[in-house]
């Protein structure tokens, strides 16, 4: 893809304390957004904490309580000229989980950026098939990036 025709925006709102390396999760989103094809697009990503995600998750899917990432596709269609998404992450929950696996708390929102766009590109991961698809392109995609397996670690 030539990178004159590429026009990928992307908007980080870090409303966390934090100390991430916000122009390495745009560099990841570009990367993500390249490796499907799309050269014209808007991202806006948001990190929150608990409260926040879970005042979203309760008003857009009706869930009650925080979750690790919501993602919207708010294009006109698929086939959009440009593609706009919104994807909300949680700090919080990030660092609780980077405890688990073990590994950074900066690498967890990197996977949780990554899985928002990846079910923006269609991939879903309700059934075990799409789930294992799913993180299996999530890991090469951070791997690629630098961050290593994320979601695979035990």
């Not at 990503?45 to 993602?71: M, R, W, Y």
């Not at 900066?106 to 923006?120: F, M, R």
């Amino acid at each position: 893809m030539d990178s004159d025709e590429c026009d990928i925006r992307i908007d980080i709102d870090c409303q966390v304390e934090n100390s991430f390396d916000l122009d390495r999760y745009r560099s990841l989103a570009e990367s993500v957004c390249n490796r499907f094809s799309v050269s014209k697009a808007a991202v806006s990503i948001a990190i929150v904490n608990d409260e926040a995600i879970a005042v979203i998750n309760k008003q857009f899917l009706d869930h009650t309580g925080p979750t690790d990432v919501i993602s919207f596709d708010l294009s006109d269609d698929d086939e959009a000229a440009e593609r706009n998404f919104e994807i909300v992450i949680n700090a919080d929950q990030a660092a609780r989980q980077a405890a688990e696996r073990p590994h950074d708390t900066e690498a967890e929102l990197a996977l949780y950026i990554t899985h928002g766009l990846l079910h923006n590109f269609g991939y879903d991961d309700h059934e075990e098939e799409d789930y294992k698809k799913m993180h299996k392109i999530e890991d090469e995609i951070l791997t690629q990036q630098g961050y290593g397996i994320i979601f695979g670690k035990p």
